[in-house]
């Protein structure tokens, strides 16, 4: 039987994507911050900017969630924290899933989330390291036996 990905190792994989997704945010936030600025030194009013503002925090939750989908759904089965440290999520046969099944496990986390982190705290005690999420979206996160994600992820972090 294959491992599952427990609590921990999740963890820094999610710790790892957010480092990269906040990179990502802060180069448009550079960007939105100087057209914002720009705005204000024109006379724009301040709705014009407020949505402008709103505008960087809507592209900041696609990014996320196209980054998240996209990925769990692809070859990789992982985004890019999980693929480093030789995770990768399937549906509860054990295969590949869908974009939209993937697109609903990244909404199905704000539920987690919003329950006092709760549906992340079941990954701990569930007999298949389920988050709510999971169970919601019938998915499982696997430990890959593949000898190059191994490899790969002990390149990583040399």
Excluded at 20 to 26: P, T
Excluded at 101 to 127: D, N, P
């Amino acid at each position: 039987m294959q491992p599952y990905g427990g609590f921990w190792l999740r963890f820094v994989a999610y710790v790892i994507d957010a480092v990269i997704m906040n990179i990502v945010g802060g180069v448009i936030g550079a960007f939105v911050g100087i057209g914002v600025g720009a705005m204000g030194a024109m006379g724009a009013s301040e709705s014009a900017m407020l949505g402008s503002t709103i505008g960087a925090g809507v592209l900041s939750l696609v990014l996320n969630w196209l980054y998240s989908s996209w990925l769990e759904s692809s070859e990789w089965q992982a985004t890019v924290g999980k693929k480093a440290l030789g995770l990768v999520v399937t549906d509860d046969k054990g295969r590949r899933i869908s974009f939209g099944r993937a697109t609903g496990r990244y909404f199905a986390k704000i539920l987690s989330s919003l329950i006092l982190l709760f549906g992340f705290f079941m990954i701990g005690w569930t007999q298949r390291k389920q988050g709510l999420h999971d169970f919601i979206c019938s998915t499982l996160v696997y430990k890959a036996r593949s000898p190059d994600l191994v490899q790969n992820t002990a390149e990583v972090f040399s």
